[in-house]
């Protein structure tokens, strides 16, 4: 019986998330589990506090548009079978929550940028979702590209 039948990488889609590819990769395959993606779209209402004089509905099509081209570029690059790409709208730790408990996710695979000072007292994305998780979460040391 294998540790983890469900894994679910969380992605911010940018260009260190190509970092988490070959672990996840390896942590699906090992346990041959199932493997589900994510990517999260916070509102752009949150962003601007939801007083904006204008719809904002084309633009956050077009943001989903866009994440959903660049997460299917990106499971395509996986050479893995992926049962589920999700890209949700909403707040980050929440939406990854959600679909964990869902999906009965045995592990959640996030990448942290292992901040420190003042990003650290504030909280991260991993920080977040390790803090509510209902499963086992495994936040993967990114590196930045200048580093």
């Known amino acids: 019986m294998s ?3 469900k894994v679910l990488l969380a992605l911010d889609l940018s260009d260190e998330s190509d970092q ?3 672990k996840a990769r ?6 041959q589990a199932e493997l589900h993606v994510i990517h999260v779209i916070e509102p752009l209402s949150f962003a601007y506090g939801g007083d904006v004089p204008m719809d904002l509905t084309s633009i956050q099509e077009q943001l989903d548009e866009h994440a959903n081209q660049k997460l299917n570029s990106f499971c395509e690059a996986l050479d893995y079978p992926v049962t589920s790409k999700i890209v949700a709208t909403g707040q980050t730790e929440s939406e990854i929550h ?7 996710i ?3 695979i996030v990448g942290s940028h292992g901040r420190h000072g003042i ?5 991260s994305t991993a920080n977040g979702v390790l803090h509510g998780a209902n499963c086992d979460v495994l936040a993967i040391r990114v590196r930045d590209k200048e580093e």
């Open 98 to 104: 959600r679909i964990a408990d869902e999906e009965k």
């Open 119 to 123: 990003a650290l007292l504030l909280g």
């Open 3 to 5: 540790t983890y039948n």
């Open 26 to 31: 390896s942590i699906a395959s090992a346990n």
């Open 20 to 22: 988490l590819r070959d």
């Open 106 to 108: 045995d592990l959640i």
